[in-house]
Nanobody, 122 residues
């Protein structure tokens, strides 16, 4: 079992930056592929970024070049650095984990956090 707790969301203006954190419980964090997803009101939950246990990274096209995912296995934490934020980045951001290969689909992930709200004003 893995428990995930996100933090770092907030209200910012377009062009600002935020760093989200996701703290995981358990002693096998380094074995998990970690992902970030987001869900805007009235929309489906969508893939943002993911990092495998070996450090391979995928990004959604909409965030490539602006967002950076990283992990610190010593701290059982995965991060999402978000730069040059846009109003369309407004959503609840979720951290997810799976004991498996890198995947962009939300159905592949077994564990989810409660989410953290990111609101970007224009």
């Amino acid at each position: 079992q893995v428990q995930l707790v996100e933090s770092g969301g907030g209200l910012v203006q377009a062009g600002d930056s935020l760093r989200l954190s996701c703290a995981a419980s358990g002693r096998t964090f380094s074995s998990y592929t970690m992902g970030w997803f987001r869900q805007a009101p009235g929309k489906e939950r969508e893939f943002v970024a993911a990092i495998s246990r070996s450090g391979i990274i995928y990004y959604a096209d909409s965030v490539k070049g602006r967002f950076t995912i990283s992990r610190d296995n010593a701290k059982n934490t995965v991060y999402l650095q978000m730069n040059r934020l846009k109003p369309e980045d407004t959503a609840v951001y979720y951290c997810a984990a799976v004991l498996g290969p890198l995947d962009r689909t939300r159905y592949a992930y077994d564990y989810w956090g409660q989410g953290t709200q990111v609101t970007v004003s224009s």
